[in-house]
């Protein structure tokens, strides 16, 4: 209930409507209200019955508007009731699956192209339009000797971490502006490529990619980094195939 309460404070904008509409239907059945007919009119030659009609039916001129009321306030509690249901499970925030596809070539000597496919897949019932991209790089082999040490021990993870922080060669992030044409509908999906340029004496590197999209108000703008969520993907990837390692231990 506190939560509840809450919320209804954030937006007390969603009560205006059928605030205004009770209101509105309140006004006419003011103005509608008309003083009843007598049951028998003195010296009428009209029946007694007709005098009967004329109330049933004032009857229901008044009562109309109150029978309105109560099918609009009955319809307005059902919605907002629906619509909490949909906010406590989330629905309305975005939710998404996050894959890399990775190749490379070389370009020189001396230089390779590593490309690297972030692939963003809508699993959610909201429209999905990322806020921020992220992709890392890192060095894994050969080994990095001058940031980790000569030799690989159980110390390089820290302290309430659970990864090795290896030595980033590439990173890259693309904001709003940058995604803005990315914009999926609930079970669509769409990649964004990154090409990264390294030495030819890098073999394997770790890969990293982080995606954060906002969730939306009704109105379908977004409603800040508070209400963020992310996915996160990694792999490692070999840049040395085996007939060029072959072909390199044999050279003098």
């Known amino acids: 209930m506190r939560k509840m309460l809450a919320y209804i404070r954030r937006n007390w904008w969603i009560l205006l409507l059928p605030a205004a509409?009770?209101?509105?239907?309140?006004?006419?059945?003011?103005?509608?209200?008309?003083?009843?007919?007598?049951l028998c009119v003195p010296h009428s030659t009209e029946?007694?019955?007709?005098?009967?009609?004329?109330v049933a039916k004032a009857f229901a001129d008044i009562t109309k508007p109150i029978v309105d009321i109560s099918t609009i306030l009955a319809l307005s509690v059902g919605g907002i009731w629906t619509y909490f249901l949909f906010v406590r499970k989330r629905a309305n925030y975005p939710q998404a699956n996050v894959s890399l596809k990775v190749s490379h070539v070389?370009?020189?000597?001396?230089?390779?192209?590593?490309?690297?496919?972030?692939q963003l897949e809508n699993k959610g019932n909201v429209t999905l339009a990322p806020s921020r991209m992220l992709v890392w790089v890192q060095q894994v082999?050969?080994?990095?000797?001058?940031?980790?040490?000569?030799?690989?021990?159980?110390?390089?993870?820290?302290?309430?971490?659970?990864?090795?922080?290896?030595?980033?060669?590439?990173?890259?992030?693309?904001?709003?502006?940058?995604?803005?044409?990315?914009?999926?509908?609930?079970?669509?999906?769409?990649?964004?490529?990154?090409?990264?340029?390294?030495?030819d004496n890098v073999d394997t590197v770790l890969i990293y990619t982080h995606?954060?999209?906002?969730?939306?108000?009704?109105?379908?703008?977004?409603?800040?980094?508070?209400?963020?969520?992310?996915?996160?993907?990694?792999?490692?990837?070999?840049?040395?195939?085996?007939?060029?390692?072959?072909?390199?231990?044999?050279?003098?």
């Open 47 to 54: 029946p007694p019955g007709a005098s009967l009609v004329e």
């Open 211 to 252: 995606v954060k999209a906002g969730r939306r108000s009704l109105f379908g703008k977004s409603e800040g980094e508070a209400n963020e969520v992310g996915w996160t993907a990694s792999r490692l990837h070999r840049l040395v195939d085996r007939l060029e390692r072959s072909t390199n231990a044999t050279q003098p």
């Open 141 to 199: 082999l050969p080994w990095p000797a001058a940031e980790l040490g000569q030799a690989p021990n159980a110390d390089l993870v820290a302290d309430q971490e659970s990864e090795i922080d290896w030595p980033l060669l590439y990173e890259k992030e693309l904001a709003a502006p940058g995604l803005r044409y990315m914009r999926l509908e609930p079970n669509e999906s769409d990649d964004r490529q990154f090409d990264v340029l390294l030495a």
């Open 21 to 38: 509409m009770l209101g509105l239907n309140y006004w006419a059945w003011r103005h509608s209200l008309v003083p009843l007919p007598p």
């Open 106 to 118: 070389r370009l020189t000597d001396h230089m390779r192209l590593l490309r690297v496919g972030v």
